[in-house]
């Protein structure tokens, strides 16, 4: 037996051979894929251009901020995949070290985190295909324009039916297509580059701490693919090796890239032919009121920087590149969702048959399905009851809970597993001090510590309605647990 296998053998826990073992067929290229394609996302198409618009320049620290807090806890996560090379991510580290039943919490916050962020693209989908592809084709008037997010879903869904290897395929085959999209774009934006620029809007900006905070908390939910990553462990070969290495990539490709658009963005929007070209093109009085308009609709603003920079084409370039964007950031959050739950199924925290593996696909078909319905879930309360039509200005829809508390509601869930996780490896240190580990993360309790109270942090800056949202499906969660699962 290998060393590999060995590895596995004794840190998989009993029910994940047999029958109901997952198959590894995801290598390097494609774990790398499922991190960068769910990080590159609303990061990039949805939330660059709102961030700029909020802290201008400075939208490079709120970025930068997220990055350095998610990478803190990307450590712990590279550590704990040298020691359990089992799906289910944060949680199955939490239950592993603490072997109690309050790890459910933690796989209740992922199982709600996941589905919430995969809603959120999904709705940024729709409302971006209703704005810029319907116009272009002859959809019928009365088809509710958030049909196409719907399509989409029940697409990814059999996608990830099919198999972990058809899944991973897929991944890599949006995410390389939508990284040479973006890679056009910079190319065009950077030709403008102007470093007196970018410089003079940095410092106009950097003074606004609590508008910094407070986009990095909101980009944050763009920076957690590394939890996806791990959370798929299960069927990536050589684990404990191949994802400490996705993890850093597709970090450090992400932030690269995440900078130079913001670049762009920057120079575009001080720049006075850019916003005459904007007025003109959004049907605006002046390019004073071009100004305004990237305040409240930045993400549009990309979209006509990239026509200004690369012609005609260029705006269907940007607008491609984000549609796909959405789908692979959705993809991999609803395979990353499906096995959290087939995790905790495992460990009687969810009815048993959530655990099942079809035997042809070698896929927890249920967990994949209830993953699909509790997106569908989201993304219709979110998105279309209480969110805003495209273009409108919301009417009769609640803007509290529209598509900014979705992706705050997410960060709540999210940074609250992440905190756990970051426990859970100074305990494991203290109770298993003499255990092989292959990465060891530095300066351990401190470095934990340091990435807790940066999650907290963000926490804290996330809006009141979300967070009282995420307190809520908590205390829903416990009373399930002791109340129906228990």
């Known amino acids: 037996m290998s060393v590999v296998d060995s590895a596995e053998a004794e840190t998989e826990p009993i029910g994940t051979h047999g029958t109901d073992a997952l198959e590894r067929d995801i290598g390097l290229l494609g774990a790398t894929a499922i991190g960068t394609g769910t990080m590159i996302a609303?990061?990039?198409f949805v939330l660059s251009g709102l961030a700029v618009a909020n802290v201008g320049a400075a939208a490079i620290v709120s970025f930068g901020l997220a990055a350095i807090v998610a990478s803190f806890t990307a450590l712990t996560y590279a550590e704990f995949a040298t020691i359990y090379t089992v799906d289910g991510g944060g949680y199955a580290y939490v239950a592993e070290v603490f072997d109690s039943d309050w790890s459910y919490v933690v796989g209740w916050l992922l199982i709600l985190g996941y589905p919430a962020?995969?809603?959120?693209?999904?709705?940024?989908?729709?409302?971006?295909?209703?704005?810029?592809?319907r116009p272009e084709i002859a959809l019928p008037e009365a088809l509710p324009y958030w049909i196409p997010g719907v399509v989409v879903l029940a697409i990814l869904v059999?996608?990830?039916?099919?198999?972990?290897?058809?899944?991973?395929?897929?991944?890599?085959?949006?995410?390389?297509?939508?990284?040479?999209?973006?890679?056009?774009?910079?190319?065009?934006?950077?030709?403008?580059?102007?470093?007196?620029?970018?410089?003079?809007?940095?410092?106009?900006?950097?003074?606004?701490?609590?508008?910094?905070?407070?986009?990095?908390?909101?980009?944050?939910?763009?920076?957690?693919?590394?939890?996806?990553?791990?959370?798929?462990?299960?069927?990536?070969?050589?684990?404990?090796?191949?994802?400490?290495?996705?993890?850093?990539?597709?970090?450090?490709?992400?932030?690269v890239l995440y900078v130079l658009v913001i670049v762009v963005v920057v120079l575009a929007i001080n720049d006075g032919s850019f916003l005459s070209f904007l007025a003109e093109r959004a049907g605006l009085s002046s390019s004073g009121a071009a100004t305004g308009?990237?305040?409240?609709?930045?993400?549009?603003?990309?979209?006509?920087?990239?026509?200004?920079?690369?012609?005609d084409a260029g705006f269907y370039v940007f607008i491609v590149g984000a549609l796909l964007s959405m789908i692979s950031a959705a993809n991999a959050t609803v395979l990353a969702g499906s096995r959290v739950k087939l995790a905790m199924a495992r460990r009687d925290h969810l009815p048993e048959r959530v655990q099942r593996i079809n035997p042809q696909s070698g896929v927890p078909t249920v967990a994949v399905v209830l993953t699909g319905c509790l997106i569908l879930v989201f993304f219709l309360l979110f998105g279309v009851v209480f969110g805003a039509s495209p273009g409108g200005g919301g009417g009769a829809h609640d803007p509290l809970l529209g598509l900014e508390s979705l992706a705050h509601f997410a960060d709540v869930m999210l940074l609250g597993g992440l905190v756990f996780v970051n426990i859970a490896l100074i305990r494991s240190r203290r109770k298993e001090p003499d255990r092989e580990r292959r990465f060891r993360v530095p300066g351990v309790p401190w470095v934990p510590l340091l990435a807790i109270g940066s999650n907290l942090a963000l926490l804290a800056s996330v809006e009141l309605t979300s967070l009282a949202l995420g307190t809520l499906a908590v205390v829903v969660g416990i009373v399930l647990w002791f109340g129906v699962i228990d």
Do not use: C, H
């Open 158 to 255: 059999g996608v990830n039916l099919a198999g972990a290897e058809e899944t991973g395929r897929f991944q890599i085959v949006v995410t390389g297509l939508k990284i040479a999209l973006i890679g056009l774009f910079l190319v065009g934006g950077l030709s403008a580059f102007d470093a007196d620029v970018v410089a003079s809007s940095l410092t106009a900006n950097a003074t606004q701490f609590d508008d910094i905070a407070l986009t990095s908390a909101l980009v944050f939910i763009t920076f957690f693919g590394f939890e996806a990553i791990a959370t798929s462990e299960g069927e990536i070969e050589a684990p404990e090796r191949t994802v400490p290495r996705a993890i850093f990539l597709s970090i450090a490709v992400v932030t």
């Open 293 to 311: 308009f990237v305040a409240e609709r930045g993400e549009v603003a990309m979209a006509r920087a990239a026509q200004y920079y690369l012609g």
């Open 117 to 133: 962020s995969a809603a959120f693209y999904l709705a940024s989908f729709a409302n971006w295909f209703a704005r810029f592809v």
């Open 42 to 44: 609303g990061g990039i």
